[in-house]
């Protein structure tokens, strides 16, 4: 049987891995009424779409929905789909100038997500594609429901797991992607529908 650990009741920032990676979790980034603001402001504000990926050699649409925001010379392909990026809103401009600030880093796109209901989640993924800069973290913020992430080491298989509460930062420093997988499980407890907002900076064209 693997280890699973669940880390997260107390307060303070969180080491979350033990090795080839390094991740923090801090609770309360935000607070609780900033989190609801900021939660209906990228609901209403955003253009949300289906995502599309190529699973098995086929198109699929995901019922969750994303938006892909970014500096306007950039591109992103993942799971086989080039992705349109569209503007950043003031909102989301606020967002990351808190993040950078906070990480000593500067990020030139954000994946949205947006969670409907329990049984919408995300496989085992790591955000490794080319594009992105490897040397920068990756900065994850959520906002609405409490869901479930673990971590899955690519060679030993060793997992930790951990909540994502509303309002929360999870920072993934390289090169976690290099040797860990994530997910975002589904559940059948009804949660509220959550967005998550995952930072990156995306090399450019050369
Ligand atoms: O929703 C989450 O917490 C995870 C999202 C994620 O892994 C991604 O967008 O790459
Ligand atoms: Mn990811």
């Given at each position: 049987?693997?280890?699973?650990s669940?880390?997260?009741?107390?307060?303070?920032?969180?080491?979350?891995?033990?090795?080839?990676?390094?991740?923090?979790?801090?609770?309360?980034?935000?607070?609780?009424?900033?989190s609801?603001?900021?939660?209906?402001?990228?609901?209403?504000?955003?253009?949300?779409?289906?995502?599309?990926?190529?699973?098995?050699?086929?198109?699929?649409?995901?019922?969750?929905?994303?938006?892909?925001?970014?500096?306007?010379?950039?591109?992103?392909?993942y799971?086989?789909?080039?992705?349109?990026?569209?503007?950043?809103?003031?909102?989301?401009?606020?967002?990351?100038?808190?993040?950078?600030?906070?990480?000593?880093?500067?990020?030139?796109?954000?994946?949205?997500?947006?969670?409907?209901?329990?049984?919408?989640?995300?496989?085992?993924?790591?955000?490794?594609?080319?594009?992105?800069?490897q040397?920068?973290?990756?900065?994850?913020?959520?906002?609405?429901?409490?869901?479930?992430?673990?971590?899955?080491?690519?060679?030993?298989?060793?997992?930790?797991?951990?909540?994502?509460?509303?309002?929360?930062?999870?920072?993934?420093?390289?090169?976690?992607?290099?040797?860990?997988?994530?997910?975002?499980?589904?559940?059948?407890?009804?949660?509220?529908?959550?967005?998550?907002?995952?930072?990156?900076?995306?090399?450019?064209?050369?």
């Amino acid at each position: 049987m693997k280890q699973i650990s669940l880390m997260n009741d107390l307060d303070e920032a969180l080491t979350i891995l033990s090795k080839d990676g390094e991740v923090t979790y801090h609770k309360d980034f935000y607070s609780g009424s900033e989190s609801k603001q900021l939660f209906e402001e990228l609901l209403k504000g955003l253009n949300w779409q289906f995502d599309e990926l190529i699973m098995f050699g086929k198109k699929i649409t995901t019922t969750r929905k994303v938006v892909w925001v970014a500096d306007s010379d950039l591109s992103y392909t993942y799971s086989g789909v080039k992705k349109n990026p569209q503007e950043w809103s003031a909102p989301l401009l606020g967002i990351k100038q808190k993040l950078e600030s906070f990480c000593g880093h500067q990020f030139n796109s954000c994946l949205l997500n947006l969670y409907h209901h329990g049984d919408e989640g995300m496989g085992w993924h790591s955000d490794d594609e080319k594009e992105l800069d490897q040397n920068s973290p990756i900065a994850s913020l959520s906002f609405g429901g409490r869901r479930k992430f673990s971590f899955r080491h690519k060679k030993d298989l060793s997992k930790a797991s951990l909540f994502l509460d509303d309002g929360s930062l999870l920072l993934m420093q390289p090169p976690t992607q290099t040797y860990w997988q994530h997910t975002l499980l589904k559940t059948k407890v009804a949660v509220e529908p959550r967005i998550n907002l995952t930072f990156r900076k995306i090399n450019h064209a050369s």
